[in-house]
């Protein structure tokens, strides 16, 4: 996915505003297993996949729990680092080699001052980031884990061949032998 369209998904922009964003953007490379975030840390800059998948986890005990997975054309941010300025709780790892575009939050800040354009599209990402989340939380409190599963299937089946089970089992909120049965009384249910 190129820099143009996943911008352009957020919130259109005129030309003018879409090179102004385009020149401080920077590229970058990372291999799978990379950390691009790093709890603990303020990361307040803003990443953008192009190619590859990631999640964002948190350590508990002896145990990662995934609470994010994105993908192409998805934000990769701290948005407590970005917001507050503050060390950061999660942990976000590339689980494929990637490709990133990359914001500096200082820069992003002069340009929303600057471009009543990018601003709005500053404030759309905010938007589409608070909808991200409220969309994960809700079904983690009011459905079942089979539900949640099959809404994978549905919305994204892909995510089946990229992510390891483990990860997918603590991104749906159950343990991997939970997910083992309902892949399982699935099969079954098929035949």
């Keep these: 996915m190129n820099l143009h369209d996943i911008i352009n998904n957020i919130c259109p922009l005129p030309h003018p505003a879409m090179e102004k964003l385009s020149e401080c ?19 307040t800059n803003i990443y953008f996949i192009a190619r590859g998948i990631g999640r964002a986890y ?9 609470f994010w997975i994105g993908q192409e054309g998805d934000t990769l941010m701290s948005l407590k680092s970005y917001v507050k300025g503050e060390p950061g709780y999660e942990n976000v790892e590339l689980m494929e080699d990637s490709l990133l575009y990359g914001f500096r939050r200082d820069d992003l800040l002069r340009l929303y001052r600057k471009d009543i354009h990018i ?7 905010a938007e589409q980031e608070f909808l991200r989340t409220e969309k994960k939380l809700i079904p983690l409190l ?24 483990e990860c997918l089992a603590s991104y749906l909120g159950i343990t991997p ?3 083992s049965r309902i892949r399982a009384s699935l099969k079954k249910d098929s035949r």
């Design 25 to 43: 953007s920077f590229q970058t490379e990372c291999p799978k297993g990379f950390h691009i975030l790093k709890a603990g840390k303020v990361e």
């Design 58 to 66: 948190i350590t508990s005990e002896d145990k990662d729990i995934t």
């Design 119 to 125: 601003a709005n599209w500053g404030r759309k990402l």
């Design 142 to 165: 009011f459905t079942t884990a089979s539900m949640r599963y099959h809404a994978l299937l549905k919305d994204n089946p892909a995510l089946l061949q990229r992510i390891p089970l």
């Design 177 to 179: 032998v939970s997910l």
